[in-house]
């Protein structure tokens, strides 16, 4: 081998020219580098733009639902409000039914009664004729006790019509006397009995219910008067008059 080849060779081989070849070819290295960043730098900025577009219309949507929301609660509120006083005014309405009706009913009642009450006390006069008829007559022949029988069933009828209806006659006798009940027509004196006793009812009392259709007319019992002699009335007058000196 000749000696320029053997320099050629060394100077092949050594880093120097290795570094010179290398650096033949970084222009284009370089030139790929910068596109390479120059687009990296635009992906980075478009990303970026829509990150901020993605954003908005994050943030946009999210306003949009908190106003939907406070609209619907407001909604809410109103129809919550409305159904608190559509049951308020169905309680009143409710309440004040339930009062008319309550009056209407005890109206109706009263009517009744008094209705009842006016025709008893029409009835009232034949019960006391029939009542009368059966402790004055006595029947002897056998067409007499026939009609006895007859106007006494009439009677236990009548009677038993007014039973039906509420009707119940008075008891009086042996009890003390009561005018709220009783009317005295007279006044018996009589150790038999207490002061104040009934001893006889002259005209039968009748009670509808707690209505007093009636009252019974009676003979009260008071206390026997002491007599007092001639004798006596002198010395009690003379005893009066030994007081007065």
Known sequence: MSEEQKQQETVSDSPEVSQAEN?????????????DSTASV???????ENDGE???????IFAAFQQENANLKKLLDEKSNQADLTKAQYARVAADFEKFRRRTAKEKENHETQAKKDVITLLLPVVDNF??????????SEGEKAIHGSYQGVYKTLVECLKKMGVSAMRPEGKEFDPN?????LREQTNEYPEGTVIEQLMRGYILGDTILRHA??????????VITSEEKNTEEEQQENNNL
């Open 23 to 35: 650096s033949i070819d970084s222009p284009e290295l370089e030139l790929e580098s910068t596109v």
């Open 42 to 48: 635009e992906i980075d900025s478009e990303t970026a």
């Open 54 to 60: 993605v954003a908005s219309e994050q943030e946009e």
């Open 131 to 140: 009542e009368r008829a059966r402790t004055q007559l006595k029947p002897e």
């Open 181 to 185: 009940f009783h009317e005295a027509m």
């Open 217 to 226: 007319m009676v003979k009260v019992a008071v206390p026997i008067e002491p």
